[in-house]
């Protein structure tokens, strides 16, 4: 099974956050790729690459997004066969996305810091109650560096969770 990564803004495809959840999934015997998106900054466009990139695919794959790749990820999700999809503070509910509801048909969890100052961390409440998936609102911001080890321990579940339903 493939992990794809979709970044964030103002981040690149291989970030500090990446690598470390890319390694996770390495330990866990999962392929990995991170797409690069630092060329487009319109979130929609973005989802159109990642779209692009995994319209041939014919492994099982997951979907992980941080901050702008979160609302990527989820975007395409509806799109594809995602098996499951595993957002960090993801831009949803923002202003200026196009879209701004969302019909979930897969596994979906989320991980959101209580301090963050960019995406609210209610936009992600306000989609696990629509959605019903796992929210986990942990300490730190946006960028959620300071709880990276959690995070690190969330993602490592996820992918547990995920070769249990094989």
Same mark, same amino acid.
Request: hydrophobic residues 45%; aromatic residues 10%.
């Given at each position: 099974m493939?992990?794809?990564?979709?970044?964030?803004k103002e981040s690149g495809p291989w970030g500090s956050k990446i690598k470390r959840l890319a390694n996770v999934a390495k330990e866990q015997g999962y392929?990995?790729?991170s797409i690069d998106y630092s060329d487009i900054l319109d979130p929609?466009?973005?989802?159109?690459?990642?779209?692009?990139?995994l319209e041939n695919i014919d492994e099982e794959f997951l979907l992980v997004?941080?901050?702008?790749?979160?609302?990527?990820? =989820?975007?395409? @999700?509806?799109? /594809?066969?995602a098996k499951a999809v595993f957002l960090l503070a993801p831009a949803l509910f923002m202003p200026g996305y196009k879209q701004q509801t969302y019909t979930n048909k897969t596994n979906v969890e989320i991980v959101h810091g209580w301090s963050d100052?960019?995406?609210p961390p209610e936009n992600s409440i306000?989609?696990?109650q629509n959605s019903d998936c796992s929210l986990h609102l942990i300490s730190g911001d946006h960028r =959620?560096?300071? @709880?990276?080890? /959690?995070?690190?321990?969330?993602f490592?579940?996820?992918?547990?969770?995920?070769?249990?339903?094989?």
């Open positions: 493939k992990v794809y990564f979709s970044h964030g392929s990995v790729e929609d466009l973005r989802v159109e690459r990642l779209l692009n990139v997004g941080s901050s702008m790749g979160g609302y990527v990820s =989820l975007v395409a @999700s509806e799109q /594809v066969n100052d960019i995406i306000k989609f696990a =959620l560096n300071s @709880s990276i080890e /959690v995070v690190e321990k969330l490592f579940q996820f992918l547990i969770s995920q070769k249990s339903k094989l």
